[in-house]
């Protein structure tokens, strides 16, 4: 089913310029695992509108607020050597694929809704 611009089949790879503590890697993971799910239903042959539903709300209530909470500080102040912060245009970049799974998702919730409606007046 065509709803809008195609997506890629996983999120960017965390950058490699660290070892990324555990709790990054069970960010990411988290991130990682709400998009599989939202991409799996996309490419479903047939969509139930509950399942879209709860998709995009994974995202929008779970995987966005993650991505929030891993934007760096702006108080150059306090950051030492120690301190982990991703690259804001990795967390921009993946933030924007999420915001495309979100709207796709919305499309086949209005394409799965019109033609439950047709089905129904028929």
Known sequence: MDTGPSLPLSLPLLPETKNWSTEIRAAYENVQCTYDHAIRVLQADRADPTRIA????????NALPILKALIPDNDIANLDDNSESLPVKW?????AILGCAVSNLEQLGTTVNEQEEHNINI
């Open 54 to 61: 709860f998709h995009m709300d994974a995202i929008l209530s």
């Open 91 to 95: 967390l921009a970049d993946v933030a």
